[in-house]
């Protein structure tokens, strides 16, 4: 599967912004999609991620009660949408995509990465 994140951009503390993260290929439905960040100078991080029904969600502390995952099979999508955004949310933003049936939280769970989407929160 492949994997095209989208949506990022410059915004102000306290706005909002919607990632979003479209795959190609086959079965999309039957993946689990995950987000990670990497902000400059600071290691990988997990964000959230969603199973492949869209039932099992699971979050970031960090971002717990600000992030909101979900998906349309339909439309092959994933979608992040970022609320009460902090400058300490600046980061690139990867989609990942794995089989399975759970919202999985570690990097190397995840098979397919696409490249990034910047996403800028100015204090």
């Known amino acids: 599967v492949q994997l095209q994140a989208s949506g990022g951009g410059l915004v102000q503390a306290g706005g909002s912004l919607s990632l979003s993260c479209a795959a190609s290929?086959?079965?999309?439905?039957?993946?689990?999609i995950g987000w990670f960040r990497q902000g400059s100078g600071k290691e990988r991080e997990f964000v959230a991620s969603?199973?492949?029904?869209?039932?099992?969600?699971y979050y970031a502390d960090s971002v717990k009660g600000r992030f909101t995952i979900s998906r349309d099979n339909a439309k092959d999508t994933v979608y992040l949408q970022m609320n009460s955004l902090k400058p300490e949310d600046s980061a690139v933003y990867y989609c990942?995509?794995?089989?399975?049936?759970?919202?999985?939280?570690?990097?190397?769970?995840?098979?397919?990465w696409g490249q990034g989407t910047l996403v800028t929160v100015s204090s």
């Open positions: 990942v995509a794995r089989s399975g049936s759970f919202a999985y939280t570690r990097s190397y769970d995840y098979d397919y």
């Open positions: 290929g086959r079965a999309f439905s039957s993946y689990a």
């Open positions: 969603v199973s492949w029904s869209g039932v099992r969600t």
